[in-house]
């Protein structure tokens, strides 16, 4: 953790004005949640490896001092990012707040991992979420904002990967995958770039997962070209037979076209009505 010295404290601030009027633009609101959270809350959460990192907050007076068992001694912790406790918030909030919610939420959180060069234990995390409402429409709308946010902050030339978990699910289940796993094959897979294939392949391998799945995976292409008009036919063959996978790209590329029509002014005012 680190002092924060005056002149990037009003880099921070001249950072967030701009993020946060971009999102009002586009009708969110911004919220704020606890340092702290449950620790039972927290452990339960698909947080994977940020699991391991949870700063725990020891149990007060007598509820110390009876704990038997290590695994005892803590109850509450220190988030490690602003998704759990914004799943807890709605929960616990969700009637007096506005339908769908649009939220911000802009605070520190903090990972008990190794500090080294531009990664610390503390560190400031600026989500948006929406709540309330289902498909592709809302998740396009929070790329749209997020983009047009970071323009207004100076960035240029910007490209968006995106990335759809229902595709992914389809590629596990074809490669012969346990689906009901699916969770950790894709948290493996996120650390290719980090620790390469054959660290990939190790850490699915120690998890259990089936060696022929794995090598399947992972020698499929990455660059796959899936979201043009015209979807590549080695692409089809690499992946395989399912189609669901690509009828999916299809409904992004029709809710991107539908969210950046709407333009900002009038995804403020729309109310969409959750769907099924």
Not at 246 to 272: C, D
Request: hydrophobic share 40%; aromatic share 6%; proline share 5%.
């Amino acid at each position: 953790m680190r002092d924060v010295l005056p002149d990037e404290v009003a880099l921070r601030d001249w950072a967030m004005t701009q993020i946060v009027a971009v999102y009002r633009r586009h009708g969110f609101v911004r919220i704020e949640t606890p340092a702290v959270e449950s620790l039972r809350l927290l452990l339960r959460s698909d947080g994977g490896e940020n699991e391991k990192l949870i700063f725990k907050i020891l149990k007060r007076g007598e509820k110390l001092s009876t704990a038997g068992h290590p695994d005892d001694l803590a109850d509450l912790g220190l988030r490690f990012d602003l998704t759990v406790p914004l799943v807890r918030y709605y929960a616990q909030n969700h009637a007096r707040l506005p339908q769908p919610l649009k939220a911000i939420q802009i605070g520190p959180v903090w990972r008990a991992e190794r500090p080294q060069q531009g990664r610390y234990r503390q560190f400031t995390q600026c989500d948006i979420d929406i709540l309330g409402v289902g498909g592709e429409v809302a998740e396009i709308e929070l790329i749209l904002a997020t983009t047009e946010a970071l323009t207004a902050l100076g960035l240029k030339d910007l490209t968006v990967r995106l990335n759809d978990r229902r595709l992914l699910g389809a590629l596990v289940a074809h490669c012969g995958f346990d689906v009901a796993r699916a969770g950790s094959v894709f948290i493996g897979l996120d650390k290719l770039d980090k620790i390469g294939r054959e660290g990939v392949a190790e850490e699915l391998r120690a998890a259990g997962h089936p060696p022929s799945a794995i090598e399947r995976l992972l020698d499929l292409r990455t660059d796959l070209g899936l979201l043009s008009e015209e979807y590549d036919p080695d692409a089809k063959r690499l992946i395989g037979n399912f189609p669901q996978g690509f009828s999916h790209i299809g409904l992004i590329n029709t809710a991107f076209n539908l969210v950046k029509a709407r333009g900002p002014a009038q995804q403020r005012s729309e109310r969409v009505a959750p769907s099924a």
